[in-house]
């Protein structure tokens, strides 16, 4: 299993060691091996984060009637409001022309890879060879699940950028206590 306390985003400083980024991985159906060892780190964390929990509530019918158990709160999605990074040229500084050479816009293209493919891993001639999960560690979390919605919007009033929103689909959640 990774160990997420030894991930390195794009903060490299002694101050900068409570800041942890949010990170995607694609895992195996069995959710125990990450596919790739490339994780994606977020260099811009998340603006908005809401995670959506619903009642767990199993009906049973019985001879007499029906019985109800209730087994607490199980989170149901999550939904991300963010923004990605300033699109910074190394040749030009801020650009909004030649935006596809920067990092920003690269990590935006991997984010967008992921949410495309839903983890699922595809062969050289793409037909699915089959299908795992998207997982996000943040804030001493751990989502394994898939996305439902993704959307994307430029706008004229931040042209070095780009105003991303997601939800996500829970199918199993951990938390870290000792984060």
Do not use: C, W
Not at 16 to 33: E, H, I, K, N
Not at 86 to 113: C, H, I, P
Not at 117 to 142: E, H, L, M
Request: hydrophobic share 40%.
């Amino acid at each position: 299993m990774t160990n997420y306390a030894t991930i390195r985003g794009a903060f490299s400083g002694a101050d900068d060691a409570r800041y942890v980024p949010m990170l995607f991985q694609v895992v195996s159906p069995d959710l125990s091996t990450v596919l790739f060892d490339d994780h994606l780190v977020l260099h811009v964390n998340p603006s908005s984060l809401s995670l959506n929990y619903s009642k767990v509530i199993t009906r049973i019918q019985t001879l007499g009637g029906f019985v109800e158990q209730h087994f607490g709160d199980a989170l149901g999605s999550v939904s991300v409001s963010q923004s990605t990074g300033a699109f910074v040229s190394v040749e030009r500084g801020l650009d909004a022309f030649d935006r596809k050479n920067t990092v920003a816009y690269r990590k935006f293209q991997q984010l967008l890879s992921v949410f495309k493919s839903n983890g699922s891993v595809y062969d050289d001639r793409g037909v699915v060879q089959f299908n795992g999960r998207v997982r996000i560690v943040f804030g001493g979390g751990v989502y394994d699940g898939y996305f439902t919605s993704f959307s994307v919007e430029e706008n004229a009033d931040t042209p070095f950028n780009f105003q991303l929103s997601f939800d996500f689909k829970v199918t199993k959640e951990s938390q870290n206590l000792f984060y």
